[in-house]
């Protein structure tokens, strides 16, 4: 059983069904106590970094994700999701994260090494560079195009967590991960072929649903 964390910023109702097509049974909980049980979980994530924060705090879920994390269960976030899994963000002021990924999160600067400005927020389709192939998570997953929508990026000194990465200006973290915790920064479940494959990876060979 996959657990959906339900903390009132996350595109569920996309999740949910992205699951249903792989046959992966899951529940939704907007407290550790309705979803405590379940084999893997999914945290994902749209809006500001600080809001979140606080959110998944009023929702007891601070604490309750820290310690399936050091549990060894499978735990997958998405998007701003993923953002919150490293130490801090610069968005809305200098905001402390879970801390289970080293790094923090960064806006794009909007000028690149050339000195020309381009779009922000990061949007549309980009370009995965695979980094990590023989990743459990990367079964069958190519260099592809996925889905991206956001503002900020993650900024890491540890290039051993980097599974994937996609070129917009810069090198941006697409897939991270170490041991039993991954991550996206684009929305898998609105990506296509990689998409969907990188989810039934993530239920049925990592949590083995």
């Known amino acids: 059983m996959i657990g959906i964390i339900d903390y ?4 569920l109702f996309s999740v949910s069904k992205a699951l249903e097509r792989l046959g992966v049974p899951y529940k ?19 809006g500001a970094f600080p809001d979140a924060m606080k959110a998944l705090d009023e929702h007891g879920f601070i604490p309750f ?13 998405i998007c701003l999701g993923m953002q919150l899994l490293f130490e801090s963000s ?32 990061h949007m549309g389709w980009n370009k995965l560079k695979i980094h990590q192939p023989s990743q ?11 889905y991206f929508v956001h503002s900020f990026v993650a900024q890491t ?8 990465t996609a070129d917009y200006h810069l090198d941006v973290p ?3 991960g170490k041991e039993n915790l991954v991550a996206s920064q684009f929305h898998p479940e609105k ?10 990876n993530f239920c049925k060979v990592m949590v083995k649903q």
């Open 191 to 200: 990506s296509g072929r990689p998409g969907m494959q990188l989810l039934e």
């Open 8 to 11: 009132g910023m996350g595109n």
């Open 28 to 46: 939704m909980g907007d407290r550790p106590e309705k979803i405590g049980d379940c084999d893997g979980y999914i945290l994902p994530g749209v």
């Open 90 to 121: 610069e968005e809305g002021g200098e905001t402390k994260g879970l801390g289970l990924f080293p790094g923090r999160i960064v806006k794009f600067p909007g000028v690149n090494p050339k000195g020309q400005n381009y779009k922000v927020p």
């Open 157 to 164: 000194d540890d290039d051993s967590i980097l599974y994937a």
């Open 136 to 146: 459990l998570l990367l079964t069958d997953v190519g260099e592809e195009y996925v």
């Open 65 to 77: 994700i820290k310690q399936k994390a050091a549990d060894d269960v499978p735990i997958y976030g």
């Open 174 to 176: 697409a897939i991270i």
